[in-house]
T-cell receptor, first 110, second 118 residues
Framework: GENVEQHPSTLSVQEGDSAVIKCTYS??????FPWYKQELGKGPQLIID?????GEKKDQRIAVTLNKTAKHFSLHITETQPEDSAVYFCAATRGTPLVFGKGTRLSVIA | EAGVAQSPRYKIIEKRQSVAFWCNPISGHATLYWYQQILGQGPKLLIQ????????DSQLPKDRFSAERLKGVDSTLKIQPAKLEDSAVYLC????????????????FGPGTRLTVT
């Protein structure tokens, strides 16, 4: 089955700097890669996703890149703000089930 | 649009007791998922329903966990008897259809139920 590795497990950045979180997956047939943000006491919130027919997708300050050959994808957050502080999860699937990484705790220091 | 609703939000029980969680998905969503999230880890799928039929329950510990989806809408997840290692957050999610890789079939999560087994 699919296996997703996520790095780093914790990340601290200064407000205004960029943050990058990287994930690798094992199943070359996986074709959907969502990213979720989870704040304390809340469920994961879908923030951006990418499908295997696209190499990059951007939505305001967040972007995701996908390298199918290397089987890795990354989340980029620019101009970080304190409200970006949360745990971020990557996931991968070929349809079902959605397999999650272990998460990255992002702290944005004001 | 209302999101996925779950109750209770918190539950504390002793080992060997039973517990039940309830989920109401987003209106019109045919697919419902139950995940277990242990502290410090990503969510792990327990069971997936398409309407009121089970699509995937390969990771559900069937000797103690059970789930049903009433009339293809609400769902309940039950644990009986509970063990210490069942302490986790139980998340419910829903999507328009099954096979989350298709456009429009993104999964949306509820706030979860935090279970503590003592």
């Amino acid at each position: 089955g699919e296996n997703v590795e996520q790095h780093p497990s914790t990340l601290s950045v200064q407000e205004g700097d960029s943050a990058v979180i990287k994930c690798t997956y094992s199943d070359s047939a996986s074709n959907y890669f969502p990213w979720y943000k989870q704040e304390l006491g809340k469920g994961p919130q879908l923030i951006i996703d990418i499908r295997s027919n696209v190499g990059e997708k951007k939505d305001q300050r967040i972007a995701v890149t996908l390298n199918k050959t290397a089987k890795h994808f990354s989340l980029h957050i620019t101009e970080t703000q304190p409200e970006d502080s949360a745990v971020y999860f990557c996931a991968a699937t070929r349809g079902t089930p959605l397999v999650f990484g272990k998460g990255t705790r992002l702290s944005v220091i004001a | 649009e209302a999101g996925v609703a779950q109750s209770p939000r918190y539950k504390i029980i002793e080992k060997r007791q039973s517990v039940a969680f309830w989920c109401n998905p987003i209106s019109g969503h045919a697919t419902l998922y139950w995940y277990q999230q242990i502290l410090g880890q990503g969510p792990k799928l327990l069971i997936q329903f398409q309407n009121n039929g089970v699509v995937d329950d390969s990771q559900l510990p069937k000797d103690r966990f059970s789930a049903e989806r009433l009339k293809g809408v609400d769902s309940t997840l039950k644990i009986q008897p509970a063990k210490l290692e069942d302490s986790a957050v139980y998340l419910c999610a829903s999507s328009l259809g099954g096979g989350g890789s298709r456009a429009g079939y993104e999964q949306y999560f509820g706030p979860g139920t935090r279970l503590t087994v003592t």
